[in-house]
């Protein structure tokens, strides 16, 4: 995937899509959609700036935290790995990692489900729990190469957020 890749993510709480995130990354840099709760922002990140552009407004270059846009960054390492099944499609593993390696809060061990495809695809899943319900958390990574470049916004973004 060094080479670049897309990737799509999608978040149910109870059954009910709560999110979807759509993006790519290329050669460190990342654009992402996020959609939740009937609205959408996009996400543009070329360390070590960033910059989100909602529907209707201009670029705004973002100087607090903003998510990576890197899946991959946030499954290279885990606490441990297991494999469950090694077929000539897919090798699937599930890999152990502490929530804060996800986002997430509490003290306990969250385990993903690893799928790499033949294609080179890999799809990651976990479930947690939420007081609304069982969260899972689905992205599917596919390698892609010719990506477009992650380039800059032009000169309208003048506004900045923080």
Do not use: H
Not at 68 to 91: E, F, H, R, W
């Amino acid at each position: 995937m060094t080479g670049g890749y897309t990737y799509d993510t999608q978040i149910t709480v109870a059954g009910n899509v709560a999110s979807q995130v759509t993006g790519r990354w290329v050669g460190g840099a990342s654009e992402f959609v996020l959609e939740a709760a009937g609205q959408s922002v996009t996400y543009r990140a070329i360390p070590p700036q960033a910059w989100v552009l909602k529907p209707g407004s201009a670029w705004v270059e973002v100087t607090g935290g903003l998510p990576s846009g890197d899946p991959v960054a946030m499954l290279a390492k885990p606490a441990g790995l297991q494999v469950i099944s090694n077929a000539a499609d897919a090798l699937v593993v599930d890999a152990t990692y502490p929530p804060s390696a996800l986002g997430l809060t509490g003290t306990a061990v969250v385990t993903v489900r690893l799928t790499l495809a033949a294609d080179g695809s890999v799809t990651a899943s976990y479930t947690t729990q939420m007081s609304t319900g069982p969260a899972i958390s689905t992205t599917v990574l596919k390698p892609a190469s010719g990506l477009a470049p992650v380039v800059a916004p032009t000169q309208s973004a003048a506004a900045t957020a923080g």
